[in-house]
């Protein structure tokens, strides 16, 4: 069966960088489009980032990530990453993988930026 993973959460000092890892299994992973989206308690879940099949492929961000947030792809290793950096208090949010047009999700994992 299809399984999302996501790692890489953590408790963070405001201006401090962390990387997310989303590894995918039971599934052709270069077939889909891959997103980032988080969730933050009491509101919705929103989308952070997106990149189409390809490694290297055209990527999207919300407004307030973008230049500070990389999303990026490994087609080989069937992971998707999230690189975070500049972070801030409002970034703290759980944080889950998204195979695009499909219902498979990850469990999220947790990014805490406090000082």
């Known amino acids: 069966q299809v399984q999302v993973v996501e790692s890489g959460g953590g408790l963070v000092q405001p201006g401090e960088s962390l990387r997310l890892s989303c590894a995918v299994s039971g599934t052709i992973f270069s077939a889909y489009a891959m997103a980032w989206y988080r969730q933050a308690p009491g509101k919705q879940r929103e989308l952070v980032a997106s990149i189409t099949i390809s490694n290297g492929g055209r990527t999207n961000y919300a407004e307030s990530v973008k230049g500070r947030f990389t999303i990026s792809r490994d087609n080989a290793k069937k992971t998707v990453y999230l690189q975070m950096n500049s972070l801030k208090p409002e970034d703290t949010a759980a944080y889950y993988c998204?195979?695009?047009?499909?219902?498979?999700w990850g469990q999220g994992t947790q990014v805490t930026v406090s000082s």
């Open positions: 998204h195979l695009e047009s499909t219902n498979f």
